[in-house]
């Protein structure tokens, strides 16, 4: 049982704008930012986005984060085939001083 | 670059501590205020975090593995490395060691390319 909560799946043609959600509480979410990170199966997950709406360097803007109260989004705009992967949130967690993720979403291209 | 490579064995008895070590090239282990970590994968599953270190020796452990955690450095050889005792196979994952980014100690930004540890006799 994962602390954030993501739904497992999640869809969208190419083109298409899709969103990923994540909630959490006020241990988490609520007073600290968010990360989100994506893996290709096999491989290591790769930052997304920190600090809420942050892209690393190299991430395109077709990506884009937001946060809410104890919640946070992801947003995938002009969607690829190539963005068919797992994605995860993740945010610190006062009460377990570190880092808790969620439990991820498989986004399918269709 | 900063690369980041895990080593370890890739199968580990029940009851035994399973050891990995990260080898850090194209930079400095002990370059200040910077922290390394190591997070696990169990097969099919979601990420979870095992715990940090940082530049200054200072470790963060996850509580639920607090107990049975050892993070390290050896500034020598440009590692740091991962004990967890009295294995089970819960413990059965992909092990990964990653460092933070963006002066963000969170912004897991380079990752190892992970290795498969395997509990079971």
Redesign the interface.
Known sequence: Q?VLTQPPSASGTPGQRVTISCSGSSSNIGNN?V?W?RQLPG?????LI??NN?R?SGVPDRFSGSKSGTSASLAISGLRSEDEADY?C???DDS?????????TKLTVL | QLQLQESGPGLVKPSETLSLTCTVSGGSIRSSSDYWGWIRQPPGKGLEWIGSLYYSGDTYYNPSLKSRVTISVDTSKNQFSLKLSSVTAADTAVYYCAKPSYGDPNAFDIWGQGTMVTVSS
């Open positions: 994962s930012y990360y990170f491989t290591a997950p790769k930052l920190y600090r942050q690393p995860y993740a945010a610190w377990r001083g570190g880092p808790v993720f969620g439990g991820g």
